[in-house]
């Protein structure tokens, strides 16, 4: 159920975050911290100490509940799903409600006031879901993509479940294309790019994820490569806005802003309170430097590399799907908010307890256990050789 609320996390913050909390204590088992899980909790509790400072700690507070939610999450799906069927479950629920999601847009598309597209990338019209932001449906559905994608590179799973992964792709593709966010668009088709050129050149690809991505997250929005990524965005045509929707004016006062509080932050959730525009920085850098601070930031971006460092760390196939996260998240994170997005967060969880072979019957390096004459697969996480890893 909480797998399936990550889908609504904007509507219901806090059913989800209940939710959450009621599956890590009725599973009956105790999470075992490693390095990424404990850091994921004290950028949880960094985010609650901001209210001290915060200019607003009433948004302050509301944005803290969506941090420790997503670090809960996050450990959740590390530490409670230990088994593959688990895995496939959890991986289920949360693409029945971004299947949900994506017939929302279907059905507006259908029976909405909205005019119909003479043409399929006509974008100037969209579809949405009422009363839900265009980007967060867009956003959910692109992750749905990734996580049934991430689950196809397993080999050796039966025909069916292949089918049950397969099945989701074209549907959440269709609403992508309805809603017609552009940074979705771009998401979605760096999926099929990048499982395409890591199969022929994995270091190369590798380089992009680890090196050439996180470059880009930093120095674009500081003001570096933008007008590369505006040229870019002249290629949607009519919506196109000569600065990027907004963002190339937002980017440099939330940048000043965060300068101002360069350590500490604004306190999470207040810039979108404090900014002439009235909106979020619609950037991963911008927002959480203005939410945490350096400090928390530095916290944020440990979380991601320990956990994915450690589980690309084991096998090329685990690289490789370390690097389609990152790669396909790369825009979302690039343009919009999607920072303490349940359903990054959730798959972010559930990819670092994936087995670390090419099979789901290979099982790496200490990965594979007796219990009850069942398999069980215990998270990437666990120490290997006598160290412990992340």
Avoid at 269 to 295: C, E
Wanted: aromatic content about 8%; overall charge positive; some cysteine.
């Amino acid at each position: 159920m909480a797998a399936f609320m990550a889908a609504w996390s904007q509507d219901h913050p806090h059913l989800c975050a209940a939710l959450i909390v009621g599956t890590i204590v009725f599973s009956g088992r105790v999470p075992r911290l490693r390095a990424a899980d404990g850091m994921a909790l004290l950028v949880a509790l960094w985010a609650g100490a901001t209210t001290i400072w915060s200019t607003d700690s009433g948004a302050s507070a509301r944005a803290t509940l969506n941090y420790a939610s997503a670090a809960l999450l996050f450990i959740a799906a590390r530490h409670v799903v230990v088994r593959m069927s688990s895995v496939f479950l959890v991986a289920a629920c949360y693409l029945a409600g971004c299947l949900v999601r994506a017939w929302g847009v279907v059905r507006q598309a259908i029976t909405g006031d909205l005019p119909q597209r003479t043409d399929a990338l006509d974008l100037t019209v969209r579809f949405g879901v009422e009363g839900i932001n265009f980007n967060f449906t867009a956003y959910t559905l692109v992750t749905g993509a990734l996580m049934a994608s991430l689950l196809l590179t397993i080999g050796g799973q039966r025909r069916l479940t292949r089918l049950l992964m397969l099945a989701p792709l074209p549907v959440l593709a269709w609403g992508v294309l309805l809603n017609g966010t552009k940074g979705a668009l771009v998401a979605l088709v760096l999926v099929p790019v990048y499982l395409a050129v890591s199969r022929v050149l994995p270091g190369a690809a590798l380089a992009v994820a680890a090196v050439a991505v996180p470059a880009l997250l930093v120095l674009v929005p500081l003001g570096l490569g933008q007008d590369l990524l505006l040229g870019f965005d002249t290629s949607f045509g009519q919506r196109t806005t000569g600065d990027l929707s907004g963002r190339l004016l937002i980017w440099p006062d939330a940048a000043a802003t965060w300068s101002d509080s360069l350590l500490l932050g604004v306190g999470a959730g207040a810039y979108p309170l404090i900014s002439p525009f009235g909106v979020g920085a619609h950037n991963l850098l911008l927002t959480v430097g203005n939410d945490l601070g350096l400090l928390g930031l530095l916290g944020y971006v440990a979380v991601f590399a320990l956990a994915l460092g450690a589980y690309a760390r084991r096998f090329p196939a685990a690289r490789r799907r370390a690097g389609l996260y990152v790669v396909t998240l790369f825009p979302i994170w690039l343009t919009g908010h999607w920072e303490v997005a349940l359903g990054a967060w959730l798959t972010l969880g559930l990819l670092t307890v994936l087995p670390t072979g090419h099979s789901a019957t290979s099982t790496g390096v200490g990965r594979h256990r007796r219990h009850r004459g069942s398999q069980v697969w215990w998270p990437a996480v666990a120490p290997v050789a006598g160290r412990t890893t992340a």
